[in-house]
Each structure stands twice: as structure tokens, then as C-alpha cells.
């Protein structure tokens, strides 16, 4: 235990974690999953794709957005920018997002529908 405590203070003394930038960080993705959610949702209404198919689109785009956040945004060390690149930059805010998909998906399937 005693080792890894030290490969942590010196991992934390070579790339110091910042907690505003982390924070900010976090920020950043959670605007873009909640942006790319509502066009998820204007694209999902718009195809007119209804039940399953539907959030199947959505989950398939969160997964889309989530390997350019990871191959972009993070040039594939997410560790240097999250606390917890699994949560933060994969799953998170996936649900939040659900949200908006849904509300801009019925109201542009109702749009193109009527």
C-alpha cells in the first residue's frame, strides 16, 4: 500500500490535478452532450423513428460523441483531464442529456408528422 501511495504523489508531483480546470472540463462536456442530445433529437423526429429505434439512435450517437470527445478533445489520455475518465467523459451525462433528446425528439416528429 505504501508503494502506491508513493506512485501517487509522484504521478501528482510530475502533473499536478488542478481542481478548476478539472472542473471546467467537465463543464465543457456536459454543454457539448447536452447540445449534441437536442440535434439528436431534431435528427431522431425528423427520421420520424419511433420507440426503440429512437433511443437506440441516441445511445449510439452518445457513444459517437463520446470517442470524439475521447480521440479530440483528450488526444486519448482522458486521465490528464477528468478525475474519473470513465464516468466523466463516457457515461456522463448521458442521462442528463436524455432529457432533451426526447423533448426536441416529439416535438420535431410531431412538426414533420402534422
Known amino acids: 500500500m505504501a508503494a ?3 506512485l501517487d504523489e ?3 508531483a510530475i502533473n499536478p490535478i488542478v481542481g478548476t ?5 467537465t463543464q465543457v462536456v456536459s ?5 449534441t442530445a437536442s440535434l439528436f433529437g431534431v435528427a431522431a423526429g425528423t ?8 433511443f437506440i439512435f441516441y445511445l449510439v450517437g452518445s457513444l459517437f460523441v463520446s470517442v470524439l470527445l475521447f480521440l479530440l478533445k483528450t488526444d486519448g489520455k482522458p486521465g490528464m483531464y477528468f478525475y474519473r ?4 467523459l ?7 442529456g436524455a432529457s432533451g433528446f426526447v423533448l426536441t425528439w416529439t416535438l420535431f ?4 408528422r402534422a
Open 109 to 112: 416528429y410531431g412538426l414533420v
Open 4 to 6: 502506491s501511495a508513493m
Open 10 to 12: 509522484r504521478e501528482l
Open 21 to 25: 480546470s478539472v472542473q471546467h472540463n
Open 90 to 96: 463516457w457515461i456522463g451525462d448521458v442521462f442528463g
Open 85 to 88: 475518465p470513465l464516468g466523466e
Open 31 to 35: 454543454n457539448i452532450r447536452n447540445l
Open 47 to 54: 427520421l420520424g423513428l419511433e420507440s426503440y429505434p429512437g
